[in-house]
């Protein structure tokens, strides 16, 4: 069954009125075929052009909305075989607890194995002693399954002063830490844990089930007693397809319970990630960018939005014609992704995506060669997965202007300015001249002069620059014309 496509099921139908992007109602149709049922792991998926047809979507909007699948996890797609639903994931948590596996699996209502590969005491590696303080330690070696699926492979070391014996306790299908606090009133308190990706090798594959070179998620852990002592060393390489690490975010904690640490590439360039020249944020020096270059230049970004686009590079082409380079496709477009790509095949235009309202349309953006993204409202998980580009936030009051100042470094988009109009641009830039203002919403030819002149760093004009019929149909000489019109407005209005 697992190679035979099934019929795509007709839970919900795609509801083309609905603000939600086409991508994103087919996503959540496809995750709910998946939770009820009509596609088990290892289903094979109907194919692209059966999913266009069945929902009547454009084959941009089933790429991508396969990509969030695969992505999310939900799917695995095999070139040249079609797409597969995944295995469900078990979700661990005690990697930022002082728990173990047995206790934190079976604490859900699963089943857990575990086979005992070898058990004895042995001379132990270098890291190992450094840590344990010792040269010979207990050396248990073990295979734990889930609900009859191999899920890790595990090496943990013990000191035998503090666990006499336990060399020859059967741990099979046991908990070592529940031994430990039986038999030795032992308890692993603290420590440091460490996760990292690595390739399967060797006797890990072997057990492990998978082939040499399969993407594992290694776990190592150095746990300490309530005194301070050292107590386990342990290294854990769980299935990446079967496994997902969860870490709990709790509130006013003075320490980070999860750091990552970023290691360098060997031979490779090893500076550090740009931050925000102010240091407040993630991204990178939007003002350094073509896109922060063109729009102090400019003044002026062209929303584009329509169900449907025409070819990117007519649209791009014609708006640049007439003096706006900056051109933003908003993902409610249902073949918005190949806008953007087909735009950039132009060279003197700087494009990007609108209404990107989470990360996975943000990495979508960027892999569709975005150079900028813009967010409707304050959404920091986009600002973070669009690390690589300038991202623009939205806010409407003062405090969500400048939390979404802060979270960027860039201009923000004043949301919907008609709200307010000029006057409101004047009023907030005098007690944060610092944060950029970009009004959108409502801007047009009878109001653009007035809000550069109340202190905007540029505009964002839709409907009036891009108007959709002209948008779906391509017209390039109804495009240019427009742009050509407010590129003149612009121009007569004094750089502040």
Not at 203 to 219: I, R
């Amino acid at each position: 069954m697992a190679d035979q496509a099934r019929s795509p099921g007709r839970l919900r139908q795609i509801d083309r009125t609905a603000p939600t992007p086409l991508y994103h109602q087919l996503e959540q149709i496809i995750r709910a075929e998946i939770d009820a049922g009509l596609y088990r792991p290892g289903d094979l998926l109907p194919s692209e052009k059966e999913i266009c047809a069945t929902y009547e979507v454009s084959r941009s909007v089933t790429r991508q909305t396969l990509r969030n699948l695969a992505h999310a996890g939900f799917i695995r797609t095999v070139r040249g075989r079609g797409s597969f639903v995944a295995e469900k994931k078990l979700s661990e948590r005690f990697v930022q607890r002082a728990t173990g596996f047995y206790d934190d699996v079976t604490r859900m209502g699963l089943e857990v194995s575990t086979r005992v590969l070898r058990q004895g005491i042995t001379e132990v590696p270098l890291e190992v002693g450094e840590f344990l303080g010792v040269t010979h330690a207990i050396r248990i070696e073990r295979v734990r399954s889930v609900a009859g699926r191999v899920l890790a492979y595990v090496v943990t070391y013990l000191p035998r002063e503090r666990c006499p014996g336990l060399e020859t306790f059967d741990l099979t299908d046991q908990s070592l830490y529940a031994h430990l606090r039986s038999a030795f009133g032992l308890r692993v308190h603290s420590g440091e844990r460490t996760v990292e990706a690595v390739p399967a090798e060797g006797e890990v594959a072997h057990h492990l089930e998978v082939a040499e070179g399969t993407p594992l998620l290694l776990l190592r852990s150095a746990g300490r007693t309530q005194d301070g002592a050292p107590l386990e060393w342990f290294e854990a390489w769980h299935r990446a397809d079967r496994t997902r690490f969860e870490v709990e975010m709790i509130p006013g904690e003075p320490t980070l319970l999860f750091q990552p640490t970023v290691v360098p590439l060997p031979g490779g360039d090893r500076s550090p990630i740009r931050v925000d020249r102010r240091g407040s944020g993630p991204g990178v020096d939007v003002w350094s960018t073509p896109f922060g270059e063109r729009l102090q230049a400019d003044r002026i970004v062209a929303v584009v939005r329509a169900p449907h686009y025409a070819d990117g590079r007519v649209i791009a082409g014609a708006l640049a014609q007439g003096g706006v380079g900056l051109v933003e496709f908003t993902l409610t477009g249902e073949n918005a992704l190949e806008a953007i790509e087909q735009a950039r095949a132009l060279g003197d235009v700087v494009v990007g995506a609108g209404s990107v309202l989470d990360a996975g349309s943000a990495r979508l953006a960027i892999e569709a060669g975005a150079q900028f993204l813009v967010c409707p409202a304050l959404v920091p998980e986009v600002a973070s997965a669009g690390a690589a580009v300038p991202v623009i936030l939205a806010g409407q009051t003062p405090s969500e202007l400048l939390a979404a100042y802060r979270l960027t470094g860039g201009p923000v988009k004043l949301f919907p300015a008609s709200l307010g109009g000029p006057a409101y641009v004047r009023a907030v830039a005098a007690p944060m001249p610092h944060v950029p203002l970009m009004p959108s919403g409502g801007v047009d030819a009878s109001n653009i002069a007035a809000y550069l002149e109340a202190g905007a760093v540029a505009v964002n004009v839709g409907g009036p620059l891009c108007p959709p019929d002209a948008v779906a149909a391509g017209d390039a000489r109804e495009l240019a014309r427009r742009a050509t019109g407010l590129r003149a407005i612009i121009d007569k209005v004094p750089r502040g």
